[in-house]
């Protein structure tokens, strides 16, 4: 439930940033964008709960 | 010996992408910017219709209120800001940041709140801060689209 939610999030957030991003010049390159970006907000979510996980409060 | 001016046609074409100025588009008058920017904040996506961007503004608007309803559907909370006589400005802070974060989804927050969605808390719900992060975002995201319309109809982008 809560990695579904997860990259729901990250997916409307990425499409948004790569829609609105100015550098990428064709399709492609928007498209690899958003997909950095969708990338970056799981590895760095994923990382953080097993970061965070150990902690008990 | 070359002068300044043949240097710079040889040496330019090397550092196009590092010293052009920014690119300029076709700017629209002050008052259709301001137009742009109201579109924006109340039809998420508005902006970019307004402005000619209507498959761009399409997708803002199913994502957008998308995400905000469906924040709702999660239980999510209509925020308003809230009294509170402890606190400094006898206001509940918090809850201010939280209304400004969901307000700027616009039409969608009025919506709900004529329709009397979200407005009773269910913190016992299992989704209930899901929901409440599906609409922050939404209303977060939608102010960056306001700016990224701004931009648009000030000709600073395509």
């Known amino acids: ?57 | 010996m070359q002068t300044r001016d043949e240097l710079s046609d040889k040496v330019s074409p090397r550092f196009a992408g590092v010293t052009d100025s920014p690119k300029t588009y076709q700017a629209t008058s002050p008052p259709f910017r301001i137009a742009a920017v109201v579109a924006a904040w109340l039809v998420p996506g508005g902006g970019h219709i307004v402005l000619g961007r209507y498959w761009r503004g399409l997708l803002f608007l199913v994502l957008i209120s998308g995400s905000f309803f469906f924040g709702l559907s999660l239980h999510g909370r209509l925020y308003w800001p809230q009294t509170d006589k402890t606190a400094m400005f006898h206001v509940d802070l918090i809850s201010v940041l939280w209304t400004f974060a969901q307000i700027g989804a616009g039409s969608c927050y009025w919506l709900a709140q004529a329709l009397g969605l979200g407005l009773v808390p269910r913190p016992e719900a299992a989704t209930y801060e899901y929901g409440n992060t599906f609409m922050f975002l939404a209303g977060l995201l939608n102010y960056l689209l306001i700016m990224d319309a701004y931009d648009i109809a000030a000709g600073r982008k395509r």
């Open chain 1, 1 to 57: 439930m809560h990695l579904l939610m997860m990259s729901m999030y990250a997916s409307i957030t990425a499409i948004v940033l790569a829609a609105i991003e100015q550098k990428p010049e064709s399709t492609r390159e928007r498209v690899i964008h958003g997909l950095k970006v969708f990338a970056s907000f799981m590895v760095i979510g994923l990382l953080l709960s097993w970061l965070l996980y150990p902690i008990p409060w």
